[in-house]
T-cell receptor, first 112, second 114 residues
Framework: DAKTTQPPSMDCAEGRAANLPCNHS???????VYWYRQIHSQGPQYIIH???NNETNEMASLIITEDRKSSTLILPHATLRDTAVYYC?????????????FGTGTKLQVIP | SQTIHQWPATLVQPVGSPLSLECTVE??????LYWYRQAAGRGLQLLFY??????ISSEVPQNLSASRPQDRQFILSSKKLLLSDSGFYLC?????????????FGPGTRLTVL
């Protein structure tokens, strides 16, 4: 059972910021939020992760609410190559092993 | 660096035929290994995971099985394929990097059952 809920689809104009929301209201204290994306017919690609602080890397920014019950992935300047399905997952690490389960994700369509 | 291989890349099989998909990992030892399936227009469904040789956990009841004969080899099998087994099959492994869980996916196998 996925622990996250995401809108099934979103559109974004090329060059604009894409803001992808994710709800994870049952997240526990030791669980991280991860974002992956899957371009058609490829394996998912890691984007970013965070625990409670906002994070930024070369691909995206991750904003996590103070209560950690939701987060937003931000692609600051979306390009056509960002068209993909974006998965938000939560997972904890303990005992050196953790099962990771993906939900249905958000299909982002970047429009020229 | 770590690499994950899957083969074949594509496969077309008749209903009732057997199946064997192979996944191998390079550049790491004792990885946690996973099989996922993605049906057309659907999310990733976890099928099996393994924490070590001979240790397999199944997530959903189905006519598929998995085996891990070697540390870095994970095999997905079926004795008799069903139409509903069609989909995109992904193998993955993960590791801990400090407190961060990193998961890596293979290129996938696209299976069509006719």
């Amino acid at each position: 059972d996925a622990k996250t809920t995401q809108p099934p689809s979103m559109d974004c104009a090329e060059g604009r910021a894409a803001n992808l929301p994710c709800n994870h209201s049952t997240i526990s204290g030791n669980e991280y939020v991860y974002w992956y994306r899957q371009i058609h017919s490829q394996g998912p690609q890691y984007i970013i992760h965070g625990l409670k602080n906002n994070e930024t890397n070369e691909m995206a920014s991750l904003i996590i609410t103070e209560d950690r019950k939701s987060s937003t992935l931000i692609l600051p300047h979306a390009t056509l190559r960002d068209t993909a399905v974006y998965y938000c997952i939560v997972s904890s690490v303990s005992g050196g092993y953790q099962k990771v389960t993906f939900g249905t994700g958000t299909k982002l369509q970047v429009i020229p | 660096s770590q690499t994950i291989h899957q083969w074949p890349a594509t496969l077309v099989q008749p209903v009732g035929s057997p199946l064997s998909l192979e996944c191998t990992v390079e550049g790491t030892s004792n990885p946690n290994l996973y099989w996922y399936r993605q049906a057309a227009g659907r999310g990733l469904q976890l099928l099996f995971y393994s924490v070590g040789i001979g240790q397999i956990s199944s997530e959903v009841p189905q006519n598929l099985s998995a085996s891990r004969p070697q540390d870095r080899q994970f095999i997905l099998s079926s004795k008799k394929l069903l139409l509903s087994d069609s989909g995109f099959y992904l193998c993955a492994w993960n590791r801990l990097a400090g407190l961060r869980l990193e998961q890596f996916f293979g290129p996938g196998t696209r299976l069509t059952v006719l």
